[in-house]
């Protein structure tokens, strides 16, 4: 029998990983987007 709370768990793990890897590159953009006015 498949085991809900182990499921759930997991994928709310991997959610909370991709969002931590999307709001790192959105600090990087943004630091590069900053850079890019100062030069200009």
Do not use: N
Not at 20 to 37: H, L, N
């Amino acid at each position: 029998m498949l085991d809900t709370a182990k499921f759930l768990c997991d994928a709310i793990s991997r959610m909370e990983k991709v969002a931590e890897q999307g709001s790192a590159i959105a600090t990087a953009v943004e630091g590069v987007d900053g850079e890019i006015d100062l030069q200009i």
